[in-house]
């Protein structure tokens, strides 16, 4: 099994930044890819971006290129998200999921709350 812990949510003002950690633990061999998702009150959950083992493949929604970049520490088995110029709607639960292939996500962590203000 693989362990995904997410942290560095909150509350904030439309135009701020944050920085999302997403800490990988167990079997993490089994990771090829980690992403990150995101769910807001009554709408289905949506991608952000994924980013391969290597780093050398990365993936954006449209809704957050240019915003949003992923990157990972593989050393801390860590992926972070940092989300710049936040707006109202990305206002959500953000999930770290891992795979083998980017494409199935076979681990999800448990979400951190990001609400942005207008």
């Known amino acids: 099994q693989v362990q995904l812990v997410e942290s560095g949510g909150g509350l904030v003002q439309a135009g701020d930044s944050l920085r999302l950690s997403c800490a990988a633990s167990?079997?993490?061999?089994?990771?090829?890819?980690m992403g990150w998702f995101r769910q807001a009150p009554g709408k289905e959950r949506e991608f952000v971006a994924a980013i391969s083992r290597s780093s050398d493949s990365t993936n954006y929604a449209d809704s957050v290129k240019g915003r949003f970049t992923i990157s990972s520490d593989n050393a801390k088995n860590t992926v972070y998200l940092q989300v710049n110029s936040l707006k109202p709607e990305d206002t959500a639960v953000y999930h770290c999921?891992?795979?083998?292939?980017?494409?199935?996500?076979?681990?999800w962590g448990q979400g951190t709350q990001v609400t942005v203000s207008s």
């Open positions: 167990g079997r993490t061999f089994r990771v090829y890819y």
């Open positions: 999921a891992a795979g083998p292939d980017g494409i199935r996500w076979n681990y």
